[in-house]
């Protein structure tokens, strides 16, 4: 697979802004999309959590796991806790 190219990701409010402003329905999609995906990470990094404190550092997997979530959160930006906040569509 071909690595993307280096980006700054957009952050909540801003997908928050776009989405309320642009009115094409595939476009709301994909901003949808990203913050769907966006939560599953979240959810993730919580579960992984969970299990962690369960059965320790010894899963290598799951510590693997653990990282690639949170480099994705970092990349991303805590998007809860934008300025314009909210969720789209709502």
């Not at 642009?22 to 999609?29: I, L, S």
């Not at 999309?33 to 010894?58: F, K, N, P, Q, S």
Request: hydrophobic share 40%; glycine share 8%; aromatic share 6%.
């Amino acid at each position: 697979m071909k690595p993307l190219p280096e980006f700054e990701p957009p952050m909540h409010g801003e997908l928050v802004e776009l989405y309320r402003r642009e009115r094409d329905p595939d476009v709301r999609r994909v901003i949808l999309e990203v913050v769907r995906a966006r939560r599953v990470m979240a959810e993730i990094e919580h579960l992984v959590t969970i299990i962690r404190r369960e059965y320790g550092d010894g899963l290598v997997a799951m510590n693997l796991l653990r990282c690639l979530a949170q480099n994705e959160r970092w990349r991303a930006g805590d998007f809860g806790n934008s300025k314009a906040g909210g969720n789209p569509g709502k």
